[in-house]
């Protein structure tokens, strides 16, 4: 389902002093697993999850998301590849702030290419699924931060993606609830068989993934003294 | 969701900045629109009523003061003309039509046009049966009878048989002498014809000599001096003609001056020069001036757009997260710019021609002119093409950004 190889990529402004780069020789995940992706700050797991969201292209390798090579699409077939395979969440849930719950759902199905007539339709169905059929048309900033991370969980799930993005999900959220947000992203990618990738800092979370993968040492700074090669399975 | 609902819901979501942006570009608009038409108005209203006539003879003085008092029923007449004049101009075979007018009272500030009944024979423009219809009544036979133009019998309320007395002068002073021995009856309601002949009372030649003649034998009376022996040379206040051909004007022109002691003007020569020399800079001026608002206006709009666009970076690169292609999220940002362009341009409309609705009657009121408000001449649609453009230009321009920003940075942007 997801395969990168021989992977390199610059990080930051060489103009500006910040040079780093992310180099990744292997890293492979299966259609149904649950990954969860550890190590910290600035090691390069957003960076890895980019990669495989086609947000950033490799300057070499190979990254073959759900069978395409990303570097060889252009990028409005990225933007296809993402809305039709990838459902992404985020550690800040980016809702867009004037629509309601279902209309931000909505608008990621509109988006990914759906029928108009269905999308509401799914949408109501996948807020109901994430507990969330009484706030529909409740906007952002009338939610707690828990519903809005399940609105962001909904809207990432409603497209059918055949892979779960999850970067930091539950750093916004305090333990109880980062912790239901946690086990509600495990349900609803087991559901229907997707992977799942999670990046976390919470080392009781990502026990509880069934595979674990440290990216520590992914991204080397310009005179780092360590250059750390990992390879994964 | 469609991409102009989101445009639309964007836009309300901060709909103070994006009213105070529409009412920018809505205010410059309504300035163009607003002195576009009042000044395609005031040309075609000028023209039409200075059609009406070929010449127009008169008194010594300005041929432009002679064509306003006569034509267009404003200003001081120039003087009088020797009514012989008038019968030798009827029989002139060059001539198709001619009337003598004598004015000297007002009723309500309307004044009071003495002429003879075949005045109402002036034939239509394009030679298609006769200008002046009645709406009711008919054509006076007394010479105390008067026909009404339609916009007096609307503002005084006079109907077919009422009675009223004419005030001495042009215009309603207070204190104005009545002349209370003569009454006015009316026998007929033209129908409007949108020249300044709705403003008038229209009576007969005879009515007005008799009154001025009774008041001047009263006042010499008064004064204890003489009477005139004989009957004096009747006079008119002006002569209106319409010739067989217009190319006669110039020569008929130059004729009546040589004859004459009075001037011979032609209407559409000296209402043109009129327009040039006076309302055409000043309309020039206020055009300038309503573009500089525009043009403000639409710096306002991109820069609110600019603002919006950066503003909600964050939700641009949440978009594209989601699959949005960057053709889909600058066409967001476009389609927000063109709605408010497009909002702005509309309330302008509305406000422009509104306005000059409103302003239509006291137009109508202070110089005759009728002006069609809702009219849209050509000048005007090329004017409101020009501020789209330069609308939707402002509006490409953050879209064009937004096209090219890549969403990785964006996207760890907070609310």
């Keep these: ?233 | 969701m469609s991409l102009i609902a989101m445009a639309w819901r964007y836009l309300m979501f901060r709909w103070l900045v994006s009213l105070l942006t529409a009412s920018s570009i809505a205010l410059g608009v309504a300035l163009i629109c607003g002195v576009v038409a009042l000044r395609h108005e005031a040309e075609s209203a000028l023209s039409r009523d200075a059609g009406l006539y070929d010449l127009v003879v008169g008194g010594k003085g300005s041929p432009l003061q002679l064509v306003l008092s006569s034509v267009y029923h404003l200003d001081s007449p120039t003087g009088n003309i020797d009514f012989t004049e008038y019968e030798r101009l009827r029989r002139d075979s060059r001539v198709l039509w001619a009337a003598p007018i004598a004015l000297g009272d007002n009723y309500a500030g309307y004044r009071i046009v003495g002429t003879e009944a075949h005045f109402f024979d002036l034939p239509g423009r394009e030679g298609n049966g006769r200008f002046f219809e009645l709406a009711r009544g008919g054509i006076y036979k007394d010479p105390f009878e008067v026909v009404l133009g339609s916009y007096v019998a609307n503002a005084t309320g006079l109907e077919i048989g009422d009675t009223f007395f004419g005030t001495h002068g042009l215009v309603d002073l207070p204190g104005a002498e009545v002349h209370q021995d003569f009454p006015y009856k009316v026998s007929g309601i033209l129908a409007p014809t949108g020249t300044a002949q709705d403003r008038a009372i229209f009576g007969s030649l005879a009515s007005v000599w008799e009154i001025h003649e009774t008041e001047e034998r009263i006042h010499s009376a008064i004064q204890g001096s003489a009477l005139l022996g004989s009957r004096r040379e009747r006079q008119a206040t002006a002569i209106l003609i319409r010739l067989k051909a217009p190319g006669l004007r110039l020569w008929m022109a130059d004729e009546i001056r040589k004859r004459t002691e009075g001037i011979a003007a032609i209407p559409i020569n000296e209402i043109m020069r009129f327009q040039r020399g006076i309302i055409d800079p000043v309309q020039r001026a206020l055009l300038v001036i309503a573009s500089a608002v525009v043009a403000v206006s639409c710096l306002s709009c991109l820069l609110t757009l600019h603002q919006a666009a950066e503003r909600r970076r964050r939700d641009i690169a949440i978009l594209r997260s989601l699959g949005g292609s960057r053709l889909e999220v600058a066409s967001l940002v476009f389609l927000e710019g063109v709605i408010l362009t497009g909002g702005g341009v509309a309330l302008g409309l509305a406000l422009g021609h509104g306005g000059l609705a409103l302003a239509a009657g006291p137009i109508r009121d202070a110089t005759g002119l009728v002006v069609q408000s809702w009219r849209m001449p050509t000048s005007e649609l090329l004017a409101l093409g020009a501020i789209a453009f330069c609308g939707s230009v402002a509006s490409l321009l953050p879209a064009i950004s937004c096209y090219r920003r890549t969403p990785i940075e964006d996207l760890h942007l907070t609310e």
Excluded: W, Y
Aim: charged share 25%.
């Design chain 1, 1 to 233: 389902m997801i395969r990168l190889r021989d992977v390199r990529l610059s990080l930051g402004d060489p103009a500006h002093g910040s040079c780093a780069r992310f180099q990744l020789p292997s890293f492979e995940v299966d259609q149904g697993e649950a990954v969860a992706l550890t190590g910290p700050s600035g090691c390069g797991k957003s960076t890895l999850i980019n990669l495989i969201a086609g947000l950033r292209r490799p300057e070499e390798g190979e990254v073959n998301v759900a069978g395409a090579d990303l570097g060889v699409l252009r990028p409005s077939q990225l933007d296809r590849h993402r809305g039709a395979h990838c459902g992404m969440v985020f550690q800040t849930f980016h809702l867009l702030a004037p629509f309601t719950a279902v209309e931000n759902v909505a608008i990621g199905l509109r988006i990914g290419g759906m029928r108009k007539v269905a999308i509401r339709e799914r949408a109501r169905e996948v807020l109901e699924r994430v507990g969330l059929g009484h706030r529909l048309n409740a906007r952002p900033d009338q939610l707690s931060v828990g519903e809005r991370q399940r609105v962001s969980i909904a809207r990432a799930v409603a497209g059918k993606a055949s892979i779960l993005l999850a970067d930091e999900p539950t750093g916004s959220l305090d333990p109880q609830t980062g912790r239901d947000v946690f086990f509600l992203l495990r349900e609803v990618a087991a559901e229907e068989g997707r992977c799942l990738l999670l990046v976390t800092h919470d080392s009781a979370l990502a026990s509880d993934m069934p595979r674990r993968f440290d990216c520590s040492g992914l991204v080397q700074r310009s005179g780092d003294p360590q250059r750390k090669e990992k390879v994964a399975r």
